[in-house]
């Protein structure tokens, strides 16, 4: 159900009181405007997690648990959270402290909650080697050693990472510095400073996610019809400035997005995945893969209604014989009404931070991704063989296996840098995350990449038929035991195998 379809629409508004007798003649009674559609709810921002700060030191609680959430009106549905029922807290620390995270799981199976973006000791990441048993509590310790930046957590459970993260567990976590503080750029959170957390998601008549049911939704990883932005669907954000600073994370668990305004407004970028870009790039549309994650700056001083929409035709829904599966589509995302905004007292900044020069580092490895799917394993091993990955052959692979708990991929040396080159020989696209570093893209196909991936990354989308080549620094920690993920970020293709495992050592 979407906020653009007429009948739901009609169904919005009765629940609102409005009369939907004069429908057709109203362009918008939900406020004074034009919009084709309306938003039904009010943008939400993700409550802040109440840490117990000692100086350098801080401790947050998380707990997963299941709960319900009222998306749809009247109906209710069954959703798992961090602290709450949907989703979880901002978690906000600094470069230089020392977190401590005490996570319990209250649910009745296994689950992980990852740091996605963050450098930190193996035995810390939070993957699928530190199970959270039903009821136990894992305490994940590290310091905070890397640059400011929008960061996310979520459940990275084998074999369940794409159903935990489809039915709520995933968080924001902003880690603030410095040098970030002092540019000239909105910082009130919740004001003019906002996480934006998109996912998409399919209802049943009940209310109930309608998750996996049929091939497509493993081929081409979950795609839902309606979107929502932290736990709200396509909400209304009343603007409070004339420049908001949006936080976008694309915490889907397929879905791609081209972001545009329905007016076609520029926007500026100012950040990627692992901190500020060296200065903002200006684009009228910005294309994001599952997990990236991009900072904008947008001007509203005009006062008027604009919606951030997800334009057609993005990432893979028009794969082949996907085209006709329903899962492309315009989506209005974010409503936003500056007809009351204050003017804001910063403005966009010709330059943002220095990055460090690697081009002169010394690369102690070249390493090769093989990204392929089997269509022939697909076939034989069915939905079952899919979703089981590993013993059967699975679909989707790196460089010809699917993710063995017990093997090691890569040996890495600690404090080096090394060149990955991604070569995707599948039909598709597939946002590769490596953990434990935020990398450089350094060639798309042989060219400079954009300079939307000029900044730190942690996630880069390697389109169908690319090769795309990342220096990558390997971080201070080395543990023989301990093993990192590297993965597509399609969760359902993670679960089908396409993940492989690396220690970093002495
Ligand atoms: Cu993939």
Redesign the pocket.
């Known amino acids: 159900m979407t906020v653009n379809d007429p009948l739901n629409r009609r169904h919005f508004l009765k629940t609102l009181g409005y009369s939907t007798a004069g429908l057709a003649l109203l362009s918008s009674p939900f406020i004074s405007g034009a919009w084709a559609a309306s938003p039904q709810r009010l943008f939400q921002v993700p409550p802040l997690a109440s840490g117990v700060r000692d100086g350098k030191n801080i401790s947050f609680s998380l707990n997963i648990q299941q709960g319900q959430t009222e998306f749809l009106n009247g109906r209710m549905t069954p959703t798992l959270g961090y602290n709450g029922s949907y989703l979880g807290p901002m978690l906000r620390v600094r470069r230089g402290d020392f977190i401590s995270i005490k996570t319990t799981n209250d649910l009745d199976v296994t689950s992980t909650v990852h740091w996605h973006g963050m450098i930190l000791p193996a035995n810390m990441d939070g993957g699928p080697h530190q199970m959270i048993k039903p009821k136990a509590s894992l305490v994940s310790k590290f310091e905070i050693i890397q640059p400011a930046a929008t960061l996310f957590y979520h459940s990275h459970t084998y074999h369940k990472t794409a159903e935990q993260v489809y039915f709520g567990l995933a968080g924001p976590l902003i880690i603030d510095d410095d040098e970030t503080d002092a540019l000239d750029i909105p910082r009130e959170y919740g004001v003019d400073d906002l996480p934006v957390i998109i996912q998409d998601r399919d209802f049943n008549d009940d209310g109930s996610f309608r998750y996996i049911t049929r091939m497509p939704d493993l081929m081409l990883?979950k795609h839902g019809s309606t979107v929502m932005v932290n736990g709200v669907i396509s909400p209304l954000l009343k603007a409070q400035k004339t420049l908001l600073r949006l936080r976008v994370t694309n915490a889907s668990n397929?879905r791609f997005y081209a972001l545009a305004f329905n007016d076609s407004r520029p926007f500026q970028v100012i950040a990627s995945d692992g901190g500020m870009l060296e200065k903002p790039v200006t684009v009228k549309q910005l294309n994001m893969g599952p997990a990236e994650r991009f900072e904008i700056l947008v001007d509203v001083s005009d006062r008027k209604q604009v919606i951030l929409q997800g334009l057609k035709g993005a990432g893979n829904v028009n794969h082949g014989p996907m085209r006709m599966m329903g899962l492309d589509g315009q989506m209005d995302i974010l409503f936003i009404d500056a007809t009351d905004a204050k003017p804001s007292e910063h403005k966009t900044p010709s330059r943002l931070v220095h990055l460090a020069d690697w081009s002169n580092v010394n690369i102690a490895e070249n390493r090769h991704l093989d990204?392929n799917m089997s269509m022939g394993n697909m076939m034989g091993g069915g939905m079952s063989g899919m979703m089981g990955g590993g013993q059967s052959g699975g679909g989707?692979t790196i460089n010809g296996a699917t993710m063995d708990m017990n093997r090691v991929d890569f040996r890495l040396k600690k404090n080096t840098y090394e060149i990955w080159t991604f070569t995707n020989n599948?039909p598709?696209?597939?946002?590769?995350h490596v953990h434990n570093t935020q990398f450089k893209v350094l060639f798309r196909n042989g060219r400079l990449p954009s300079p939307l991936e000029s900044g730190f990354k942690d996630t880069v989308v390697v389109g169908s038929g690319e090769t795309v080549k990342i220096l990558m620094p390997t971080g201070p920690y080395a543990d023989p035991n301990g093993y990192y993920m590297h993965h597509?970020?399609?969760l359902?293709?993670?679960d089908a195998g396409?993940m492989g495992q690396f220690v970093v050592v002495d």
């Open positions: 990883g397929a990204l989707f599948s598709m696209l597939h946002p590769m597509c970020h399609i359902e293709h993670e396409m």
